[in-house]
C-alpha cells in the first residue's frame, strides 16, 4: 500500500520534514517514490510546501495520508487563496 507520510532530517533536536510518498513497508528515512512538499515546524510562516495536485494525483490512485501529514495538508489547503476560475 501506498502512503504519503513525513520522512525526517535534520540535525539533533532541529527537526525538518520532507513530505514523501512510500510504500509503507519502507522504513521512515528510506527510500521512497516521490517527494512532494516539506514542513519545517522551526519556522512560523513559510516552513511548509506542499504540492497539491500532486497530493491530489495520488489520492486518485489510491494513496493514503498519514495522520499528521493530513493535518498538514489541510491546514496548507486552507491558508491557500482561492484561484478564480
Known amino acids: 500500500m501506498v502512503v504519503i507520510r513525513l520522512a525526517?532530517?535534520?540535525?539533533?533536536?532541529r527537526p525538518f520534514y520532507r513530505i514523501v510518498v512510500a510504500d509503507r513497508r519502507m522504513p521512515r528515512d528510506g527510500r521512497f517514490?516521490?517527494?512532494v512538499g516539506y514542513h519545517d515546524p522551526n519556522r512560523d510562516e513559510n516552513g511548509t510546501m506542499v504540492k497539491l495536485d500532486r497530493i491530489d494525483h495520488w489520492l486518485d490512485k489510491g494513496a493514503q495520508l498519514s495522520e499528521t501529514c493530513g493535518h498538514i495538508v489541510a491546514r496548507y489547503r486552507t491558508a491557500q487563496p482561492k484561484a478564480d476560475a
Open 33 to 35: 517514490i516521490e517527494q
Open 8 to 13: 525526517r532530517g535534520g540535525a539533533k533536536k
